[in-house]
Structures are given as C-alpha cells and as structure tokens.
C-alpha cells in the first residue's frame, strides 16, 4: 500500500543515516588513533567521480537542485591510490552542499593534472546554498560542531563529514581550502595528488564475461540478508554458465 511504501522509505533513510553516522565516527576514531591507512592500487579515475555524482543525483533532484558534474578527465585516465577515499572525498563534498542547498544548483568541477611525474586532482564543489560567515568558516573544522547550532537540529548529522575530508586530503598528501559568504553559497577547492596509473587502459580494457572462465563455483558464507543479496546479484553470471 501507500502507507507501506512511506514506512518502508522512511525506515531504509533512517538506517542509511545511522550508517552514515557510525561509518564517519569509525573513521574519525582510526584517524585520531593514528591507525588509518590508505590503499595504493590503480583504477580508473572517470568511473569513480562519475559513480560518485550518480550516487548523489536522486538526492539532488528531489530537493529540485540542479546537479552539473564538470569532469574534464578521460577513461584512460588510471591512477594509482585509495579508491574508497578517493570517492569519499568527493561524496562528503557533494553530500554537504546538496544538504544545505535549498534552492538553485550545486557544481563539481574536477580535472586530472599530469605533469613532470607529478600529477594531481584537482577539484571545486560550488553551492548556491545558505553559506557561512567569517565566525562559521573558523569554527568549521571542528570535531562534532556545525557552523550554526541551529544547522543540527535542521539539517541533522554529526559535525564529521567535512573534518574527515580535509583529514583524508592531509593524509594523501593534498590540501583543501573553502570561501563562502552568508546567503550567497560555498565553494570547496581541493588538491590531491595521484600517482598515474596503468597506462593505455579504459572501460573497454576491462575483461568481459566471454574471457570469463566457465562453471566457477561460489561460495557465500555471511548472515541471511547479505546472502540473499549476493545471490540476486550473481544470478545473472549463474544464467550466463560463468557460476554454476
């Protein structure tokens, strides 16, 4: 019913910010604790930012907020470093500006810049949303604190997403810097440098399932739901001959 459909929403939003929350104060406790690493593997750096703005486009669009993702990258563009964090960067960035942007769009901006052996993401998410003034721009890397304490009642969170970006961006070695005026949006700029990965490689380079090799047998072993999801997603390959 109707009545169903809102329930079951709403409980699917609730358990996606109580995850939201405990995945962010994991996160801030490993890098308080100093036991954060970071993955050094190559992937292609297009697939990741362009997952990263579908993920985010339905919330957008339900607040009635244009989305435009500028991404001045090319698939056979690989680099070599923490995919996650990569994309968590970027999410946390859209996240935060779609949730206090009431009206009117938010922008992301990315270029891949190589150059002597040294290359570089360079990155600006732009809002038209509320904004800060100079008192919120100083208090806004602060641990569990929103730039308004009014912010927290309306807009909910933990006062982590941006302190964990700016710490994940330290951590690779970039830097990230903001400018916002009060009613008139915000504006995050960030570097990150990326070492160049494989070369020549692109979507197209990926293994199809006819180089796949036949009959695989899989074995799942994980609490009731996760399994009744893995299998709905491998019943395709089941279908196809590649698992048996």
């Excluded at 293994?207 to 994980?222: I, M, S």
């Amino acid at each position: 019913t109707e009545q169903q459909t809102e329930w079951t929403g709403l409980m699917r939003r609730s358990g996606e910010n109580l995850m939201g929350i405990i995945n962010n104060i994991l996160d801030f406790s490993k890098l308080e604790a100093g036991q954060f690493q970071l993955e050094k593997k190559p992937f292609p750096l297009l697939q990741t930012l362009e997952d990263s703005c579908t993920l985010l486009a339905k919330s957008a669009h339900d607040k009635g907020l244009h989305l435009h993702c500028d991404l001045d990258v090319s698939e056979a563009d690989w680099v070599r470093s923490d995919p996650l964090r990569v994309r968590q960067i970027v999410l946390n960035l859209l996240g935060n500006a779609i949730k206090f942007t009431e009206q009117g769009h938010v922008l992301l901006w990315a270029q891949w810049r190589p150059s002597d052996g040294s290359t570089s993401l360079h990155l600006r998410v732009q809002d038209s949303g509320i904004g800060m003034d100079a008192q919120q721009l100083d208090r806004l890397y602060t641990p569990f604190h929103q730039a308004d304490s009014s912010h927290a009642r309306r807009y909910g969170g933990t006062g982590l997403g941006l302190v964990i970006t700016r710490r994940l961006v330290e951590c690779m070695g970039g830097d990230i810097a903001v400018s916002s005026r009060e009613g008139a949006g915000t504006c995050f700029t960030v570097r990150v440098p990326l070492r160049q990965g494989p070369q020549g490689m692109s979507r197209a380079a990926a293994p199809d399932r006819a180089e796949l090799p036949r009959g695989l047998r899989v074995l799942v072993v994980d609490d009731l739901d996760n399994r009744q999801t893995i299998s709905a997603l491998i019943d395709d390959l089941q279908t196809a001959g590649i698992v048996s």
